[in-house]
């Protein structure tokens, strides 16, 4: 008995000690101003996954972007390079001249998810799409979707 | 030679040591005093506008009290003034607008900065209080940094995120706090249908 009481011990007390070390950062009770400059330079796949913590971080994530952007998502699809079979779709953020992934699934297109991009980032909601043998008819990629440009990535 | 008849010469002003140096003194709320210099009060936007508008003379300086501020701590205000001494006759940043918003952290700053997420978390608040931009970028940025690599439940817990649950149990807390009344007519209501009755008034 007294050994294992002994270790149960040594365990709280360490992680009482880290806790001590170095407290938390209550994200929400910064000053507004601050809260909008943290999210600010975070980059866009931080920002994707720190709206997806709750319906207030992503409210405060759509505050931070800049109403007159130059923003674009843009969608690559492809194929795993292991299971064939299997469909990748990637988010891209356009930012003028810069392309940054933000978010990669492997399934159908979902334009619920590509709608979400687009608020998130105040970006336009036609859907950018970058597939070297594009067809819109195919069937993982729904008919209601405008389609702007394509194959766009494989110029640069 | 009188003065009138001395030569005129061109010289750089930045070169020639200022007469009249002044050193302000401020109080934080836990009576530690402080000595700043008049170009690093520049680096705040608040305190330079406040010292402007007292208008003190160097002898007002050093005969009347210290300026109190009084929603910082010392230990906070050290780290700031620290910061604006540094940072002196520094051009304040303008901000363009631009996301991701690209702010790099000095040396300094970093070795300044080095400290517990709850002072931090103090700098961060005097930053805003004090209107120091660059301050507040770079104490920013350092909370902007914690998010690398994380997920969305690492997220949660390294800033303290409330999940939506929590959010709406506080909100309905602070309207029931601002309006009792209204939970006092919502018991009684439910109170009345339980009975049967039809109609509330």
Redesign the interface.
């Known amino acids: 008995m007294e050994p294992s009481r002994k270790k149960m011990r040594m365990t709280l007390r360490s992680d009482s000690k880290k806790s001590a ?11 507004l ?2 809260q909008i ?8 796949p ?1 920002q994707y ?2 709206s ?6 992503c409210q405060m994530v759509k505050t ?3 109403k007159n ?1 130059s923003h674009e998502i843009w969608v690559k699809f492809g194929r795993d390079p292991d299971f064939r079979i299997c469909v990748i779709v990637q988010y891209y953020l356009k ?1 003028a001249e810069t392309i940054v992934l933000i978010h990669t699934d492997i399934g159908k297109f979902s334009s619920e998810k590509h709608k979400f991009f687009c608020d998130l980032f105040k970006a336009p909601t036609e859907v950018y799409a970058i597939w070297p043998k594009f067809d819109p008819r195919f069937d993982k990629f729904p008919t209601n979707c405008a389609i702007r440009r394509t194959n766009l990535l494989e110029y640069r | 030679m009188s003065v009138e008849n001395a030569p005129v010469v061109d010289v750089d002003e930045a070169a020639i040591p200022v007469e009249k140096k002044m050193y302000y003194r401020f109080e934080s709320n836990d009576k530690k005093e402080f000595r700043v210099s008049e170009l690093a009060i520049q680096q705040s936007e608040t305190l330079n506008r406040l010292v402007e508008a007292m208008g003190y003379t160097s002898e007002d300086v050093e005969n009347k009290p210290a300026i109190a501020i009084e929603n910082i701590d010392g230990k906070t205000l050290k780290l700031v003034f620290q910061w604006c001494e540094h940072h002196k006759g520094e051009a304040i940043p303008v901000d363009d ?5 690209i ?1 790099e952290i000095p040396e300094f700053d970093a070795k300044l900065m080095d400290i ?3 002072l ?2 103090k700098l ?2 005097a ?2 209080y004090l209107n120091i931009v660059q301050l ?2 770079v ?3 350092k ?2 940094n ?3 690599g ?3 439940a690492q ?10 649950e929590e ?1 709406e149990a506080a909100k309905r807390a602070a309207q029931e706090a601002q309006d009792p009344r209204a939970r006092e007519v919502e018991e009684e209501f439910e109170e009345r249908k339980r009975q049967g009755g039809n109609s509330f008034f």
Do not use: H
Request: glycine content about 2%; overall charge positive.
């Open positions: 070390v170095q407290p938390l950062l209550k994200l929400p009770k910064l000053p101003l601050a400059n943290v999210i600010k330079m975070m980059t866009p931080e996954l720190l997806k913590c709750s319906k207030r971080t931070s972007m800049p952007n930012i | 607008g631009s996301v991701p918003k702010v517990d997420n709850g931090l978390f961060i608040w930053a805003d507040l970028n104490s920013c940025k909370v902007a914690m998010a690398q994380k997920t969305p997220l949660r817990r390294v800033y303290l995120l409330p999940s939506d959010d």
